[in-house]
């Protein structure tokens, strides 16, 4: 939330301390910042599981990648729990599930 209490200090850490390669800081904020209000409230309805699973999982992979190479045992859990999602869906008590038996008449 540090980067949506302000947005010169989301650039600053994008800049200073992220250091993305190929994206401008800017560019880079708006992405991450996006991604991480929206994923969350995705997940917790159920609603565009996988995608938003596989979105998290390039995000983890990248933030593993170029900014903390060293934190990999964290990233190896949140890769895991994101892998059961994106094979798995968000189950039956879910939008999705709820779309998918209202599209489909069952599972």
Do not use: E, K, P, Y
């Given at each position: 939330m540090t980067k949506l209490a302000s947005w010169d200090t989301a650039v600053a850490l994008f800049t200073d301390e992220y250091r993305l390669p190929l994206l401008p800081p800017e560019v880079a904020a708006y992405i991450a910042v996006s991604i991480e209000l929206t994923s969350p409230v995705l997940l917790a309805l159920g609603l565009l599981t996988r995608p938003t699973a596989a979105v998290l999982l390039g995000m983890t992979t990248v933030i593993e990648i170029f900014v903390y190479p060293q934190a990999w045992p964290t990233h190896?859990?949140?890769?895991?729990?994101?892998?059961?999602?994106?094979?798995?869906?968000?189950?039956?008590?879910?939008?999705?599930?709820?779309?998918?038996?209202?599209?489909?008449g069952g599972d």
């Open positions: 190896i859990q949140w890769a895991a729990m994101l892998l059961v999602l994106l094979a798995r869906g968000a189950g039956r008590l879910s939008l999705d599930g709820w779309i998918r038996h209202r599209t489909l």
